[in-house]
């Protein structure tokens, strides 16, 4: 049996941290030993999180202002080993959604990890490398200078009906993964790609849509048609969010790993 992940001393930016996925990601770090630091638009710290020493939280951080976003990287002493960008929106937008509603979406899923990633590689590019052994093989392996996790969606990968400048957000987020991955080998980029998974956002998502919509109707379908039978938890895409940010996952980089129920 291997023994479990440990993160003891790793130092971890989570974005989005306040609510859904980004919340459970940061309490499974802080249960594992690391230090989070969490930037977040939200104004108010979760419950969850009040009073814990190793999670620091800025609130009213918004990932598309770059000043924003640089500051919130700078306020992090020593080493970043990893970060996770999980802040994201969706909102639903029928057949031919409006301008505000594409440039929002995209601003926010596409704009704001674009900002916090390019920091953090600047930043990880000037890391020294870091190795641990192989628990299988007790070899000594580099495990890079970071690891950055970027939370797509089944969205990444297909089109989605009502959800267009969604779908075209998160398939622009599968490919800043992958290329990142290929000019900065030294650090690893990947991507999970939650199915229907039970946050805040997946209510939100619906608000305006009208009953009976035939998008709300296939949404309603393709949870239905989960081989799982319920939709993710959020800590079911923290596990895997956090294997990528883990030593076992060391020579996996540009991957994509859809975390949906058996959706295939
Ligand atoms: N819940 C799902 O079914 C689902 C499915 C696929 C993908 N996702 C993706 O997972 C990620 C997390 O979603 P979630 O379900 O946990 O949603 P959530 O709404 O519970 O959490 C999102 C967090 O991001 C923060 N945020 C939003 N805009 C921000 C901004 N401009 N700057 C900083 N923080 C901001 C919010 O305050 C919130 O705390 C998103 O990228 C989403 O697209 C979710």
Known sequence: MQPPK???????????????????VTRTLVA???TVYVADISPRIPDELKGHGNVHITLLCDITDRIACQSFLASIPGRLDGLVNSAGTARWEGRVGTDEVFH????????????????ALARMSTQKEIEASGIVSGSIRSV???????????????????????TASKHAVLGLTRSWARDFPQMRVNLVAPGATETPLVAATLVGAPVGDPSVDVGVAQVASIPKGRMAYATDIADAIVFFLSDESSFITGQCLPVNGGMV
């Open 32 to 34: 594992l030993g690391a």
């Open 144 to 166: 890079g200078k970071g690891s950055i996790v970027n939370v797509g969606s089944g969205a990444s990968l297909r089109g989605v009906s009502g959800l267009a400048a969604y």
């Open 104 to 119: 929002r979406t995209m601003d926010i899923n596409v704009t704001g990890t674009w900002n916090m990633a390019t920091e």
């Open 6 to 24: 440990s993160f003891a001393g790793r130092q971890i930016a989570v974005t989005g941290g306040c609510s859904g996925i980004g919340l459970a």
